[in-house]
């Protein structure tokens, strides 16, 4: 089974700290998302990254940076939290070709306080 | 079925009851759609999904239609079970030029009831 892990369920982190979410995937796929999840705004794209130190912004980039070191993780770092910043995200993954589906991690719940 | 808003929408059905959850998707270009499902403190999972090259597809108890004239996209559930409770999302993508980047519809809550 595809196998995608976020670091952490659930943080809580003060306004201006610089944060790091970590995802790994283990099924060798090229494609690795971060998405961020609000109430009745579905899920919408951060960044994505198609191969190692390659990114793309996606929807909705600002105040969030990305690094892919190493194929199969995938970090999404805020440099300077805000309040704003609290939601959900959801680390996913694919392969570049073909047509296949995305699959999730659990998700990290972030409050900023 | 979907709209724009903070409000999502809902269905609720009682147990054995079909269910049909409703998607109207963004880009005519979109050749590939995901149906996932979401359950309280999970990550999306995928359900089914299908081509642009086809207007039906079937799984275990699921049925994807396309109509891409009206770019329109449903999932019905057959003998809907209380373990389908859940909010349910329909996701496009373009796979000629989007790396396979997935664009989410708001999603639709569906309740079932014992």
């Known amino acids: 089974d595809v196998k995608v892990t976020q670091s952490s369920r659930y943080l809580v982190k003060r306004t201006g700290e610089k944060v790091f979410l970590e995802c790994v995937q283990d099924?060798?796929?090229?494609?690795m998302f971060w998405y961020r999840q609000d109430p009745g705004l579905g899920l919408r794209l951060i960044y994505f990254?198609?191969?190692?130190?390659?990114?793309e912004k996606g929807d909705i980039p600002e105040g969030y940076s990305v690094s892919r070191e190493k194929k199969e993780r995938f970090s999404l770092i805020l440099e300077s939290a805000s309040t704003n910043q609290t939601s959900m995200y959801l680390c996913?993954?694919?392969?570049?070709?073909?047509?296949?589906?995305?699959?999730f991690g659990q998700g990290t719940r972030l409050t900023v306080v | 079925g979907e709209s724009v808003g903070l409000h999502l929408p809902t269905l609720s059905v009682q147990e054995g009851d079909n269910s049909i959850i409703n998607c109207a998707y963004s880009?005519?270009?979109?050749?590939?759609f995901i149906w996932y499902k979401q359950e309280s403190g999970k990550g999306p999972q995928f359900i089914i999904d299908?081509?642009?090259?086809?207007d039906k597809r079937q799984g275990q108890r699921v049925t994807v239609l396309l109509n891409k004239t009206v770019k329109h996209l449903s999932l019905q559930i057959a003998a809907t079970q209380p373990g389908d409770s859940a909010v349910y999302f329909c996701?496009?993508?373009?796979?000629?030029?989007?790396?396979?980047?997935?664009?989410f519809g708001q999603g639709t809550i569906l309740t079932v009831h014992p």
């Open positions: 996913a993954s694919s392969w570049i070709v073909g047509y296949t589906e995305a699959f």
């Open positions: 099924m060798d796929h090229e494609n």
């Open positions: 990254s198609y191969d190692v130190k390659m990114k």
């Open positions: 880009n005519s270009a979109s050749d590939y």
């Open positions: 299908i081509r642009s090259n086809m």
């Open positions: 996701a496009e993508n373009e796979r000629g030029t989007s790396y396979g980047k997935l664009t």
